[in-house]
């Protein structure tokens, strides 16, 4: 039931998507971000539309698999969806009984607040999926370098960012293991008003975190076993190389920064 | 409780990138009564294989049968059938939760429904088939006891709930080898006097030939080998070629029959330590009365 919750998870792959630098790719979500949020018309949005889907087929990843690892988020768009249709007023009438209705403005709101969470939650959860947590954390560092002059601890904030990514998937795995064992014990996690469910719950979340400090803990242990002392001073096995697929992201980046400023109104 | 697969295949993860077959096609049976040891290497579907006999896997497809209780792709094992089979989970101390040990070990119980004074009579009776004095432990955390002493009270905990069936797996890793023995013990002993049908997953080839009575080798998400242990152990290429290995017992047995002639060969049913121990001494014995 929850090894298809996949935020987080990194597929591993030789796509060109998955071969590109991870500065580059975060710096162009930086960007992307930027350029769902000018985007306020059909065209523009169109064009982001089309862009994205190249995007995941450039990844190799199956679209549906993508979408479904997203289910939560689905959920939340589908939230705002409602409530901007229900809230929002302004413009044309759709619908109207009693003090309730549907007017022009929430219906167009509801969709382009969808669309931008969707587009973005989409394109960043192709940088998981495609960066392994050691090269995020790398790419990471790297930009992030310059803020290490003026006193930002750079390597430990990338490290603690790597581990908690690099965890999720285990502890997910973990729940769902203690969510069996306690089923096997007749636990139900289905029935009941809220209070009892929240009661329900309390089987499978003490043992997660007694689980998780014990994780933790053993980290700790093994990293300095190995002479772990931070970033001071540490060299890499494999250092990051620009390539042409950077330039190619660049160039991508450059041509649809050009696109929206033109077609947006 | 008669457990029977018919052609049960699994399949995790159907449509994502990590879709994996675990089972394949695997029919066993496994009579009322008996304790079964499983066998396999990390991976080949153990564990896969016995969360079906509980319900928490249902087949990708294929039949399985719980006594009366027939469970397919699209029908779930009710609820109350789940009380009748007890699984105990690799490391089951990790799921321990409650302020006390009894609190811990009447957890089973009260979610079937028992009433609390019976619930407290067979924590008591749970506590003790695992060798830990009720009195002594009851009001005491789970989480300052020992390794050895938070295992036994998981295992207490399933043991509660009085299953016909109960499924271990690996219920000795991590443990000492006196801390071993103790709990296959317990489970042993109790296996005979309720007579239960016991599923135990293990790596220990020793561990499988002294308390089962058949043996299922897995690899591969497929049943390899399955039947008596001494039939299982005659395939010693077979297992070698798993990478896995014929007890001591067996292998000693094989190298003194090489030496020995036809007639006076030792049958290869005595792989249990200790018998093979009283008929070679009653061998001794004869001769030096001979």
Known sequence: ?265 | MQITFEEVSHVYGVGTPFERLALQDVSINIPSGSFVGIIGQTGSGKSTLIQHVNGLLQPTKGTIRLGDVTVTPTRKLPHESRRNIGLVFQYPEHQLFEETVAKDVAFGPLNFDMPPEMAELRVREALEIVGLDYQEMKDRSPFLLSGGQMRRVAIAGVLAMQPKVLILDEPTAGLDPAGRKAILEAIYRIHREQSLTTLLVTHSMEEAARYADRLIVMAGGKVMLEGKPDEVFAQADTLRELALDVPETVSLISQLNRKLPEEQRLPSSVYREEELISHLLARISDRGER
Request: proline share 3%; aromatic share 10%; charged share 15%.
């Open chain 1, 1 to 265: 039931m929850l090894q298809n919750i996949a935020i987080g998870q990194y597929v591993p792959g030789t796509s060109f998507l998955h071969r590109a630098d991870p500065r580059s790719k975060m710096l162009f979500i930086i960007l992307f971000a930027i350029l769902v949020f000018l985007a306020n018309n059909v065209i523009t949005y169109a064009i982001l539309i089309a862009f994205t889907v190249m995007t995941v087929m450039l990844s190799r990843l199956s679209l549906a698999y993508i979408l479904k690892s997203l289910r939560p988020v689905w959920i939340l768009v589908l939230f705002t969806v409602i409530l901007h249709v229900l809230i929002t007023k302004g413009g044309e009438v759709y619908f109207q009984w009693g003090w309730f209705s549907i007017e022009e403005k929430g219906v167009t709101q509801a969709i382009f607040i969808s669309l931008r969470v969707s587009l973005l939650v989409l394109v960043s959860s192709l940088l998981t999926l495609t960066t392994s947590p050691i090269d995020l954390t790398e790419g990471l560092e790297r930009l992030l370098g310059p803020f290490g002059r003026i006193g930002v601890p750079v390597h430990e904030i990338a490290l603690m960012m790597s581990i908690a990514l690099r965890f999720i998937p285990t502890l997910m795995e973990e729940t769902d293991k203690i969510i069996k064992a306690q089923t096997a014990r007749g636990a139900n996690f289905t029935s009941g008003n809220l209070i009892r469910r929240a009661q329900n719950l309390i089987p499978i979340v003490i043992p997660l975190f007694i689980s998780a400090f014990r994780r933790a803990e053993e980290l700790a242990l093994a990293m300095e076993a190995r002479g772990y002392r931070g970033g001071v001073g540490r060299t890499r096995l494999r250092t990051l190389t620009m390539s042409w697929r950077d330039g190619s992201i660049a160039l991508a980046a450059c041509v649809l920064l050009l696109v929206i400023g033109w077609w947006r109104t």
